[in-house]
């Protein structure tokens, strides 16, 4: 019986595409560590999204025990799966946060579309796939994270930085850690932009896989100040379906490509609301408008999230929906598709890489 050698299974893998990024496992230099030993083969298959659904990883299992087990020599196939989130930038060019591999903001062109619940339920869905996420609450003049989360202390120094409170997995950070209860903030842009530097730099967020960044609605300082500053991965964009909800939506689109940061796709939230008695579906806000916008745009449609009473509930609680154990809930399932789809944007971006395309817009250009 012969010996299988290295370069044959590596041959063998070769065959074996990954299928959200196009190219072969060996190509993405996703195969570790092969070793054999008495017709017995292991190896590891280290994937760049953490939260690729278990029926897809045992599809990747099963072809690559088919092909390295067809191989003369080899009587048995052992594979591990793991996965290690890649950099979008190199560390040592960093000003600030060098061990943050992904800024991702969450934006929206306008208030009351649900960006601060799908800000908060994306992190989860993250950290629950094994990843380090951290959360940054940068809207000023409302913060929500506390509420969200049902924190009240104060974040502590430590060398003269800032330590992020840890609830969920997650480490956070707002300005409502640090105001007093009920206190409003009545500042000037330059106190704001001030303040979103400070949490960018003086914060200790230490090694994260992802930082999502809560943006504040609209077009203003707090989002030119995040723009300008951080090396972003992308911006994913929530939209409810209705058409001026849509249309402040492109602006945020249109901001985004003023300042050249890629959109990882369009979330629209509210989609539709089916009532728990009667089972009778209701657009309340029309449906399908996001998904539309994401065709023209040329961007990722990246899921939609229907009218559940349970998420404000569960969120005006400070437990998240997806903080809890219901994970057969349609609206768990919907933020971990958002969390998977999100995440492969950003394998994509990180692991395949290529010039970026160019989407005509109105005023402006869009790269993706």
């Not at 974040?155 to 850690?177: R, V």
């Not at 492109?250 to 490509?257: E, G, N, P, R, Y």
Request: charged share 20%.
């Amino acid at each position: 019986m012969a010996n299988v050698t290295e370069e044959q299974v590596k041959a063998a893998l070769a065959t074996v595409k990954e299928p959200t990024l196009g190219r072969d496992l060996v190509a993405l230099d996703m195969i570790k560590d092969i070793k054999m030993c008495s017709g017995l083969v292991t190896f590891t298959v280290e994937l760049a999204n953490p939260a690729y659904r278990l029926d897809r990883k045992n599809l990747i299992k099963d072809e690559c025990v088919k092909v390295v087990g067809a191989l003369d020599g080899v009587e048995s196939v052992k594979v591990s799966i793991t996965s290690k989130v890649q950099s979008a930038h190199d560390p040592s060019q960093k000003k600030f946060a060098p061990d943050v591999k992904n800024f991702i903001v969450v934006a929206s062109g306008k208030g009351g579309v649900g960006k601060s619940t799908v800000s908060m339920n994306l992190a989860v869905a993250l950290s629950r796939t094994g990843a380090k996420v951290g959360l940054m609450d940068a809207d000023i003049y409302g913060p929500s994270v506390p509420l969200m989360t049902g924190v009240s202390g104060k974040p502590t120094l430590k060398d003269d930085k800032m330590q992020p409170i840890h609830k969920f997995g997650l480490k956070l950070m707002s300005i409502g850690f640090v105001l007093e209860p009920g206190q409003a903030v009545v500042w000037r842009g330059p106190m704001v932009h001030g303040a979103v530097q400070q949490f960018l730099t003086q914060v200790e967020w230490g090694e994260l896989d992802y930082l999502i960044i809560d943006m504040p609605p609209g077009t203003g300082d707090a989002q030119l100040t995040i723009v300008q500053s951080v090396p972003l991965t992308g911006a994913v964009i929530v939209s409810t379906p209705q058409a001026i909800a849509l249309l402040d939506a492109h602006k945020a689109v249109k901001m985004f490509s003023d300042t050249k940061a890629p959109i990882l796709g369009i979330v629209e939230n509210m989609s539709y609301y089916e009532c728990k008695k009667c089972g009778e579906r209701e657009n309340i806000f029309d449906t399908g408008g996001a998904r539309q916008a994401a065709d023209e745009l040329g961007v990722p449609f990246l899921g939609e999230i229907p009218i559940y009473p349970d998420i404000r509930i569960a969120t005006d609680a400070g437990q998240p929906i997806m903080a809890g154990d219901d994970t057969e809930h349609p609206a768990f399932q919907a933020f971990t598709t958002i969390a998977e789809n999100v995440a492969t944007e950003v394998a994509k971006r990180n692991v395949v890489k290529g010039p970026p395309k160019i989407l005509p817009v109105v005023g402006g250009a869009i790269e993706v």
